[in-house]
């Protein structure tokens, strides 16, 4: 089989990925991404997971950038078996400065190596995040044509992801890429995993 790149992150027997965000670049993200270890909000629920999280400090206060190359992050993330994948995050929206619902709630990611449709090719926000809280976060908006989960087809071996900065305080803790059954439609009109914060990196 061809040799795994080092770095890559590896797909567990029940066809998981799952890996904290600052295991991209440890505590040095691309600017406009900072690491942090404390906050984002107090309460039950606020804990972020692992030693920290990333939140972009890029675009201006409460609004957004239609940039795709801000803050870029490569991940090479391994598919042992071809077939349909979910992608989700664990993220918080920042509301303390009075934005509105759809602000400061997404990032950009693109997996150029799906065999799924172009669209999926180049960068296309993920939206969401709790106000209060953390929470995970699967579903997509490509010019406005669609809110569904972001549900992709891979064949077997070493894929891409890449994730950069959209909206000013997005925060971004852990990343899950898991295996579905069933076909594309009920994939993407499924409910939001659940578990995920106790399954293992």
Sequence with gaps: SPEIPSGTFLMDDDGWVVFDIEEIAGTTPPDPWIFRNEGPCDGEGCDFLGTGYYQFLGASECSQTHDTDVGVMEVLFQVREAGLYRFAWRNHRDHS????DDRNNDSFVAFPTTISKEHFHDPFKVFGG?????????????HDLSKERVCLEFNSGVHRLVISGRSN????????IGRVDGDLESCRAGSVIRGLDDRPL
């Design 169 to 176: 305080q997005h925060v971004i803790d852990r990343i899950a």
């Design 130 to 142: 709790g106000h209060d809280d953390f929470d995970w976060t699967c579903s997509y908006d490509i």
């Design 97 to 100: 400065g009075g934005c509105g």
